[in-house]
């Protein structure tokens, strides 16, 4: 972990929350308000911690109005229903590895996204989306999504990658059809999509990148892939992902994007920036689509263009020793936390 503790307390949010007298009480806290961003301890953003989308991951369970599991099983099998959109079609996850409801646990207070190789479970026979000519099979991961919309703030994750050939990612949709898969969402953003363990020969470097991206889904651009980006942006962190926990820190605004890794500025992107990137590269009018509010998730994935775990061993391959053998590797998250200017508190459209 990094050296800072789980709660970075100032005296300006302190301040802050005596301030916010007039913020909805489910929402604003003392306590609450004295948690700032590890890049901006004295507040000069003007934040407010959303405690409607956070979570510190210090409950017996994951607080099921917050998140939407994926795949929650009933009668033995896993049932892919939105709870807010109950008619609307849900991304079971890209072949071979499918979501499952039960790959997930809180434990030592923080949230753990199991990859699983579980050949016995209930998989889906249906062709896998994303133009993936993969069957389901022998692998399950996890997701949860965030069943909060909001739009703009400064988004902060204290995690740890899994150490495997699969990804463990930060990231956020939107839905404009009422029965649509995720590839029909009209906006998504990714975050990050680590993924700890490349053994692709000359791409070991894959393990140590920050990848993010902006997609703009509209069907007249077509699905296949790549047309969809509005921008992306691949660096060299410096570290495997997969070593040790940092804190990513991702400030989402009208004006642009700005990356924090362990509370250090490591990337900006302005709007114009994307803009441009968006006309040069693509041919597209408009870029910095990211325009209106989004759900967030937290899930792990199957890359098959970068690998995948082809057997129990293969995927323990990094394992600790003593853990090599139940089949399980986890993506672990310490805390979610969401802040926005007081002009964003209340704005989910």
Known sequence: MNNCTKYCFSFAGLIASLLLVGCDSDSVTQSDQSVL???????????????????????????????????KFENGKPVYKDPDHPDREVWIGRAPAQFSGRNYRLEDGKLKLET????????????????VKYDYANITTAAVINRKLFKYGYIEVLSKAADAEVSSALWM??????????????LELDIYEHFGSHRIEGQEYRDRELWWTIHDWDPK????NGNNVTYTEKKDLGFRVADGFHTYGFEWTETGIRYFIDGKLFSEASREDIEKWAKEEKGREKGYVIEKAMHLWL?????????YPDSKEDLERNSPEGEKDDGVVDYEIEYVRVWQRSEHMEQSE
Do not use: K, M
Not at 50 to 60: K, L, Q
């Open 37 to 71: 961003p590890l890049s901006d301890p004295n507040n000069e953003g003007g934040w407010i911690l959303n405690t409607v989308v956070s979570d510190e991951f210090e409950e017996a369970d994951l607080d099921e109005d917050r998140w939407f599991i994926v795949g």
């Open 116 to 131: 699983r190789w579980e050949p016995d479970f209930p998989f889906s026979t249906e062709p896998g989306l994303d133009n």
């Open 173 to 186: 949709t939107r839905h404009e059809y009422e029965n649509g898969q995720r590839n029909n969402t009209e």
């Open 221 to 224: 651009f077509g699905h296949e």
């Open 299 to 307: 899930d792990s994935e199957s890359f098959p263009w970068r690998g």
